[in-house]
């Protein structure tokens, strides 16, 4: 559970935190809707930044992100993806992501969440 404002936007931040790339997409899933509508999409190895801002969303709204990261084989990795309101990280908001690359180097992280 990811804590929400239901009157502000969310600001949403991707960092790597070891030395792989990382890729991403989000999605929200609004309250009685059954589609998903992405939000975000991009990968941590280029000039662009890594923040979006979407919503604001009803409480019960879900989030849904996933993350693909490359990097040397069987190296560890770690990345954080960050929801935060009126510029500070809101309760659950700080997701970090650790985990081992495979012998290709490569991973997959997925998670889902609720805004309360």
């Known amino acids: 559970m990811i804590a929400n404002d239901p009157a502000k ?48 969303f009803a409480d019960g709204t879900k989030i849904s992100y996933w993350l693909g990261i490359a990097g040397k084989p069987q190296s560890e990795y770690r990345a954080v993806v960050t929801f935060a309101q009126d510029g500070k990280i809101v309760n659950g908001g700080m997701c970090q992501e650790e985990g081992r690359t495979d012998d290709n180097g490569g991973a997959v992280k997925e998670t889902e969440a609720t805004l309360t």
Do not use: L
């Not at 939000?39 to 190895?45: D, I, L, N, R």
């Open 9 to 56: 936007p969310i600001d949403v931040n991707v960092v790597g935190q070891s030395p792989h790339v990382v890729a991403y997409r989000m999605w929200y899933q609004k309250v009685g809707e059954t589609g998903w509508t992405r939000f975000a999409e991009g990968h941590t190895s280029d000039d662009v930044s890594d923040h979006y801002t979407a919503g604001p």
